[in-house]
């Protein structure tokens, strides 16, 4: 792209910001909704005190560090989209500014350095994998728990202790086939995103993934060196980096001739769906983004849209179910996980209040700002603890661990087991095989 090119994009986005920014009519409805206004109070951690400091920089006012700390507060959750009568886009709106301040913003030393140890582990398959023996040597000794009751960690590194809090149980590696063919009748050939934090800390959801859809009459397809999908880099304004892996990906399943690309992974899924808006300016890939695009399906979407036909076995059991941000607020994805729960015979489904928060996952905010991370983490898990459930069920790995160290921090003041943790495929996987949950 020559200089002049590279002027006239820019031009063009800048123009397309002020439009966007003209949207929000400062009416407030998005304050409730948003974790961070719950939490302080504060005008400028709220949408629409973010969108005013966007119109400060657009009017051409310098950028400060006070503004990118108010940015970087916010937690992505996408709640303000869902609560706004005007539509406004703060989903484009936020990853618009968080790529411009990581082009021009110098970050502190030390921020530079987390960001640096997340971004080089996280979007990396591999390097997770490599993890995965030492953890478990620490997990099966009880070093992580001798660890956590010296808050050593907590006062030297809040955000390490943070990421270590985090680690979930380590269950067995359950690898996967390239193609699994459908039980009976095919009626779906489906490809299948394995994801890096889930492929790494929750095989047995991507291993029941592939039995569920199986079961449906899905071929599925589970193509190998498939890398990241860029969503922790798009949601944190390293927009180059996203691109390089949406690329990556596109081609990865261009190959496979699948109908649908399925995606258990919330956050992951909702950037998928916005490859075509990622790519909009690679001549090379813009139309290839959006043919990818137009076959994304959350795999709750997927089982929806083709029906059961699997006999379901009773689970004698009741269920909290959490909206996944970037699944209930990014994707508008609600009624078919709740729709193949109620599916199931003697479930019983219930709803957790102030539903519409942010657990407090929200990517890596929980490493990244962990002390505001906790507090939503706990408010949830409190109102989760409330409904009586037997069990939590969500679809979003990041949830299931930031609201797994939530519970038990807290733990049951009833003296109750404490409460199981499950993804919504686990729960259909259990009643399709007839096991317990």
């Known amino acids: 792209m020559t200089e002049a090119e590279s002027r006239v994009g820019h031009e063009a986005e800048a123009e397309s910001r002020a439009e966007l920014l003209?949207?929000?009519?400062?009416?407030?409805?998005?304050?409730?909704?948003?974790?961070?206004?719950?939490?302080?109070?504060e005008e400028m951690d709220s949408p629409r005190g973010r969108i005013q400091l966007m119109q400060q920089v657009e009017d051409g006012?310098?950028?400060?560090d006070a503004m990118v700390g108010h940015w970087d507060a916010c937690l992505g959750c996408m709640a303000c989209v869902t609560a706004c009568p005007s539509g406004v886009q703060y989903d484009r709106l936020i990853e618009d500014t968080r790529a411009e301040v990581e082009r021009v913003h110098r970050r502190s030393a030390p921020d530079r350095a987390l960001r640096g140890l997340v971004f080089a582990l996280f979007p990396h398959p591999r390097r997770l994998r490599m993890l995965l023996g030492p953890l478990r040597g620490v997990q099966r000794v009880g070093l992580d728990r001798a660890l956590r009751r010296t808050g050593l960690l907590e006062r030297v590194a809040p955000s390490l202790a943070a990421m270590e809090r985090l680690a979930p149980r380590l269950s067995k590696v359950e690898p996967l086939a390239e193609r699994l063919p459908a039980h009976g009748p095919q009626r779906m050939v489906v490809g299948m995103l394995t994801g890096c934090v889930q492929g790494a800390f929750f095989p047995g959801v991507n291993a029941a993934t592939a039995r569920v859809l199986q079961a449906e009459g899905c071929d599925v397809v589970v193509p190998p060196g498939q890398g990241c999908c860029g969503a922790l880099s798009a949601h944190n304004g390293r927009a180059d980096e996203a691109r390089r892996y949406a690329r990556r990906l596109i081609e990865v399943f261009e190959s496979t001739g699948v109908e649908r690309v399925v995606v258990n992974s919330a956050g992951c899924g909702s950037t998928m769906k916005e490859y075509a808006a990622l790519l909009a300016d690679d001549p090379g890939f813009a139309a290839r983004a959006r043919a990818f695009e137009d076959k994304v399906r959350d795999i709750s979407e997927v089982l929806d849209e083709l029906g059961p036909v699997a006999e379901r076995h009773p689970l004698e059991v009741t269920v909290a179910y959490h909206d996944a941000c970037h699944l209930g607020h990014a994707q508008g994805v609600r009624v078919a996980p709740r729709r193949l729960l109620e599916g199931i015979p003697g479930l019983e489904l219930r709803e957790v209040a102030e539903a519409e928060l942010c657990c407090g996952s929200a990517g890596i905010y929980n490493v990244l700002h962990p002390e505001p991370a906790r507090e939503l983490g706990?408010?949830?898990?409190?109102?989760?603890?409330?409904?009586g459930a037997d069990l939590l069920v969500t679809a979003n790995p990041g949830c299931l661990m930031q609201v797994a160290t939530a519970l038990e921090r807290l733990g049951r003041s009833d003296g109750a087991a404490p409460?199981?943790?499950?993804?919504?495929?686990?729960?259909?996987?259990?009643?399709?095989?007839g096991r317990p949950i």
Do not use: M, Q
């Not at 009519?25 to 939490?39: A, D, E, I, N, R």
């Not at 006012?61 to 400060?64: F, G, M, R, S």
């Open 419 to 433: 409460l199981k943790l499950a993804h919504t495929v686990e729960v259909l996987d259990a009643s399709l095989r």
């Open 22 to 41: 003209d949207d929000c009519v400062h009416c407030g409805f998005c304050l409730p909704s948003c974790p961070t206004y719950v939490l302080w109070g």
């Open 378 to 387: 706990d408010r949830k898990a409190r109102n989760i603890l409330a409904t």
């Open 61 to 64: 006012e310098p950028l400060t």
